[in-house]
């Protein structure tokens, strides 16, 4: 029901954009967050929007650099990654966590209802 994708391979400073497609639920029912798993570490949280597109977070180490945002009418979520690091290099996966409104955090990955298929991000030179 999610489907990330737009990964792929960059140089250092590049710039990639991933997408988060839903398909089978209302969108705009959820908020959905962006977790990336590199080889070896554990899974984290990258960023998250609420189900109207009003309010975001950023894990520290990306502010500045990504951006989220969503367009509920194309039922996707996108994620603007720039000036891109060796260290952003991973697996994201984008989820949804079925809340409406309001979001005052990202929340644990084990509160999300829905997983899609991860993308590799790839940052080598």
């Known amino acids: 029901q999610l489907q990330a994708s737009g990964g792929g391979l960059v140089q250092p400073g590049g710039s990639l954009r991933l997408s988060c497609e839903a398909s089978?639920?209302?969108?705009?029912?959820?908020?959905i967050g962006w977790f990336r798993q590199a080889p070896g570490k554990e899974r984290e949280g990258v960023s998250c929007?609420?189900?109207?597109?009003?309010?975001?977070y950023y894990r520290e180490s990306v502010k500045g650099r990504f951006t989220i945002s969503r367009d509920n009418a194309e039922k996707t979520v996108y994620l603007q990654m720039n000036s891109l690091k060796p260290e952003d290099t991973a697996v994201y996966y984008c989820?949804?966590?079925?809340?409406?409104?309001?979001?005052?955090?990202?929340?644990?990955?084990?509160?999300?209802?829905?997983w899609g298929r991860g993308t590799l991000v790839t940052v080598s030179s």
């Open positions: 989820a949804a966590i079925q809340i409406r409104g309001y979001i005052s955090s990202c929340y644990e990955a084990s509160e999300y209802d829905y």
């Open positions: 089978g639920l209302r969108l705009d029912n959820y908020g």
């Open positions: 929007i609420s189900s109207g597109g009003g309010t975001t």
